[in-house]
């Protein structure tokens, strides 16, 4: 991906926002193994971890490359959003997130330009599946 994103992808519009793919599968997967996060938490990050690796998603890498991981990534920051206000999720998170960016300007930021990232059609439909309307 770093290849990717010095070459051919340098002068891609979310170039920055595809290089957080490696930060955020790390953080969603050390926060499934934390004995700390409670089950219903686990699941929702679980789910998003399972569609970061699934080959089958709505804009596969196989076919596009690394802009594929663009639904990936918000799948993952709605996880991430929808988790961090319980509990202790969010100290938690900070624990694990290797990023050299803010997680929270990272999770706003990603959602923030999702429907610019994705189009309006293809976000309203990860946005349905985490119960959201538009």
């Known amino acids: 991906m770093a290849d990717w994103a010095a070459g051919k992808g340098a002068r ?3 170039v920055d926002i595809i290089l957080l793919a490696p930060d955020l599968v790390h953080l969603l997967l050390h926060m499934t193994l ?3 996060i409670d089950k219903g938490s686990k699941a929702r990050l679980v789910g998003a971890l399972a569609y970061f690796v ?3 998603d709505l804009i596969p890498e196989a076919i596009v490359g690394p802009i594929g991981y663009l639904d990936d990534i918000a799948v993952a920051c709605l996880a991430l959003n929808s988790v ?5 999720n969010h100290d938690i998170a900070l624990e694990h997130w290797q990023g050299d960016r803010d997680l929270l300007e990272v999770i ?9 990232m994705l189009g309006g059609r293809v976000w309203a439909q990860i946005r349905g ?5 538009g």
């Open 12 to 14: 891609h519009k979310h």
């Open 34 to 36: 934390d004995s700390r």
């Open 54 to 56: 699934s080959p089958i």
């Open 84 to 88: 961090l206000n319980e509990g202790d």
């Open 108 to 116: 706003q930021n990603v959602l923030g330009k999702a429907s610019d």
């Open 129 to 133: 599946g985490f119960g959201k309307k």
